[in-house]
């Protein structure tokens, strides 16, 4: 596909202004579509798994700005949403576990923030979402604010295997029903219809996926691109990996237990489960592309901006730990790809976050003030020149007091204990090795310990991911109620 025509000098030169009005001939301002994958690694935006197959992201690779330093807020699916969506850190909100669903909890800080969608809706932007977005409740009318159409939360995480594919050990299906059983299918279908309408006003489009998050059912179809029996193990796997690791890291992994049988690491089962994440995989890039190829035949196609990233990203094995919730690589780094009129394709080794998104699409569609603070920095230069100074390492948190800062060289990791971890990302890009107290790493952490947190707000509480000796899942919320109002933890 060739690539609009619109130079990014122009959009960044009306930054800050251009109020909407109906009566405008032409409203010049660039569509927006964002897609999101749920739980998706690295394996393909950064080919750290070749035996994967996802064309359709090859290809967008080939016409955006891959971002493959890029990290989420925080590594679990509902604080990493409510982070990007107000362009604001857990630190400043307080949502650090899943399970803290504070978008309509009196005093929250989101409860009146303004939420992305909510922006463009208020900036004259037709707004349209399916699928996960928030994957959290919202107080009545707090749709209304955000989308133009119903419902936005189509779907769920089935379909589930069936009692012959229990879903916990194995849980892999290959799916023999039509592809309309899945919501990311029939989200696809209707993101396309809406692409496809003729549009009077520019569109903000969400689709978000439930998929390759497990269970790990996909139509057999993606199942057969993979053999279970010869599919590799990831690399950075290292038996003794956690030994030089604090404890309050070790509790955020689960010894990849999914993978055990009688206590040993048993290698098929452990390939039963990759062969499901990457069919699951596969079939999420199938979905993507038809929703990008609708595009690229619309006439929209030369004034959309494409951004397609993951809320979090995912162990496969590696460290062990299978899935999500812990501060290193796998967890943090989330694919993260920009295609934009008049920019070039490229890689861009900056450590932007997904607190960036915010301030990032307020600039590229030169949209008027945001109502609450912004944490994040717009990264809509870097578009136009990938390698332009950045002097912001990636932030990410899990629990409270819990921090991870990333640049391009170093990862330092801060518990709420006070103990640490130290990699050399370009050395030792699978963190096997933790230099804290390694002669000349003090000037590192002092450096890279600027970037860490002043002060937390209360927990709303959650769960943990990994269940931890001695202490319930679900945790109760830290903060004392506003005068008459009760709340409890979501189970």
């Known amino acids: 596909m060739k690539l609009p025509s619109l130079p990014l000098v122009l959009i960044v030169s009306f930054v800050g202004g251009l109020p909407y009005s109906s009566d405008a001939v032409e409203d010049p301002r660039p569509n ?3 897609i999101v994958y749920d739980d998706m690694n690295g394996y393909g935006s950064r080919g750290q798994y070749p035996a994967i197959r996802m064309p359709h992201l090859d290809r967008l690779k080939e016409e955006s700005v891959n971002f ?6 925080v590594p679990v699916c509902n604080p990493s ?5 107000s ?4 630190h400043h909100t307080g949502a650090y576990l899943n399970g803290a669903d504070i978008w309509n909890k009196p005093g929250s800080v989101l409860e009146h923030a303004q939420s992305i969608p909510e922006y463009f809706k208020a900036n004259g932007y037709t707004t349209w979402g399916r699928g996960k977005i928030f994957h959290s409740p919202l107080q009545e009318g707090r749709e209304e604010a955000m989308f133009d159409n119903r419902p936005i939360a189509k779907g769920g995480f089935g379909p589930h295997p069936d009692v012959s594919h229990p879903i916990i050990a194995p849980g892999v299906q290959r799916w023999q029903g039509p592809d309309s059983d899945f919501p990311d299918v029939v989200n696809a279908d209707a993101a396309i219809e809406f692409i496809e309408e003729a549009h009077d006003r520019p569109f903000f489009l969400f689709y978000g996926l439930w998929r390759p998050h497990q ?3 996909a139509p057999s179809r993606f199942f057969d691109l993979y053999d279970p029996d010869t599919l ?11 030994d030089d690791v604090p404890e309050q890291g070790r509790l955020l992994t689960d010894g990849l237990k999914k993978a055990r049988v009688d206590g040993e690491i048993d290698e098929n089962l452990w390939r039963k489960y990759l062969w499901g994440y990457c069919a699951n995989s596969s079939f999420a890039d199938w979905n993507v592309g038809r929703v990008i190829e609708a595009i690229n035949r619309s006439p929209h196609a030369d004034n959309t901006i494409v951004i397609v990233f993951s809320d979090n990203g995912y162990h496969c094995g590696e460290k062990m730990r299978w899935e999500k919730a812990t501060l290193w690589e796998l967890s943090d780094y989330v694919p993260l790809l920009v295609r934009a009129p008049g920019v070039a394709p490229a890689i861009s080794e900056r450590t932007v976050g997904l607190v960036d998104l915010y301030p990032t699409l307020r600039e590229l569609c030169r949209l008027g003030p945001v109502d609450h603070a912004l944490d994040g920095r717009s990264f809509a230069p870097l578009l136009n020149e990938p390698g332009a100074e950045w002097d912001r390492p990636s932030l990410s948190i899990y629990g409270k007091g819990n921090a991870s800062i990333r640049d391009e060289h170093y990862r330092y990791i801060r518990y709420l204990d006070g103990t640490e971890e130290l990699y050399d990302r370009l050395a030792d890009p699978h963190e096997l090795t933790n230099l804290i107290g390694r002669p000349g790493m003090d000037a590192v952490v002092e450096r890279l310990s600027r970037h860490l947190p002043e002060s937390w707000a ?4 959650g769960r943990w991911e990994v269940e931890r000796p001695g202490e319930p899942r679900r945790l109760q919320p830290e ?3 506003p005068p008459g109002v009760t709340w409890e933890s979501k189970t």
């Not at 493959?68 to 807020?73: D, F, I, L, Q, R």
């Not at 362009?87 to 857990?90: C, D, I, L, P, V």
């Open 32 to 34: 927006v579509v964002i």
């Open 68 to 73: 493959v330093n890029a990290a989420c807020g």
């Open 81 to 85: 949403r409510a982070s990007f969506l």
């Open 87 to 90: 362009g604001m850190n857990a």
């Open 215 to 217: 269970p790990y059912t």
């Open 232 to 242: 590799p193990l990831p690399d950075g796997w290292k038996s003794d990996d956690l």
């Open 458 to 461: 209360p927990s709303w509480g």
């Open 479 to 481: 903060y004392e109620a």
